[in-house]
Antibody, heavy 115, light 112 residues
Framework: EVQMVESGGGLVKPGGALRLSCAAS????????VYWVRHVPGKGLEWVAR??????????DYPAPLKGRFIISRDDSKNTLYLQMTTLKTEDTGTYYC??????WGQGILVTVSS | DVVMTQSPLSLPVTLGQPASISCRSS???????????LNWFHQRPGQSPRRLIY???HRVSGVPDRFSGSGSGTDFTLKISRVEAEDVGVYYC?????????FGQGTRVEIK
């Protein structure tokens, strides 16, 4: 059974930082492109970051507004995906999903940026 | 960024009747490799999105054949031949041809 389990969400003040983790199982994580997607109230679903498999170059990509503030990383030895978020803004509030191969989604984890 | 525009945004349907959702992109989704990376996702209340269709018309394994996708270039359609109760929720089109990938606003399907 495929599982993607996020952790690390919560309440953080503007300007703060948070690190999300996602533990994956039940499929070949090493061969998968992995992603973070968020659902922001009033804005819908947005791609936050992607990390290609090592076989496809192992590179990362971000939408321009998030580049420099968010960093995606992966540990293939632990089948785990991470998202380091810094200089958080109130508009980063939302539900964050880890995704693999576009078909496997976590249950989502809430990040709230508020003073 | 490529803007994905869905219509309608709300779709009341009768059980057993067909339903159709339109999705238009602000630029062609035909990629340099000859593929068109247009996906459809379904999100039921309280659940994560689930991919139904990839590359315009290919159903993901396990997706009922009452779901079909069509289109090319900038115009795409998702059709449900006979709506069932489990089909309620929000449907999103999503383009994977131009980074950053982008989703449509979502179409909420409800039973009349």
């Amino acid at each position: 059974e495929v599982q993607m389990v996020e952790s690390g969400g919560g309440l953080v003040k503007p300007g703060g930082a948070l690190r999300l983790s996602c533990a994956a199982s039940g499929f070949d994580f090493t061969d998968a492109w992995v992603y973070w997607v968020r659902h922001v109230p009033g804005k819908g679903l947005e791609w936050v970051a992607r990390f290609k498999s090592r076989a496809d170059g192992g590179t990362t990509d971000y939408p321009a507004p998030l580049k420099g503030r968010f960093i995606i990383s992966r540990d293939d030895s632990k089948n785990t995906l991470y998202l380091q978020m810094t200089t958080l803004k109130t508009e980063d509030t939302g539900t964050y999903y880890c995704v693999a191969a576009l078909s496997y989604w976590g249950q989502g984890i809430l990040v709230t940026v508020s003073s | 960024d490529v803007v994905m525009t869905q219509s309608p945004l709300s779709l009341p349907v009768t059980l057993g009747q067909p339903a159709s959702i339109s999705c238009r992109s602000s630029q062609s989704l035909l990629y340099s490799d000859g593929h068109t990376y247009l996906n459809w996702f379904h999100q039921r209340p309280g659940q994560s999105p689930r991919r139904l269709i990839y590359e315009v018309s290919h159903r993901v394994s396990g997706v009922p054949d009452r779901f079909s996708g069509s289109g090319s270039g900038t115009d795409f359609t998702l059709k449900i031949s006979r709506v069932e109760a489990e089909d309620v929720g929000v449907y999103y089109c999503m383009q994977g041809s131009h980074w950053p990938w982008t989703f449509g606003q979502g179409t909420r399907v409800e039973i009349k």
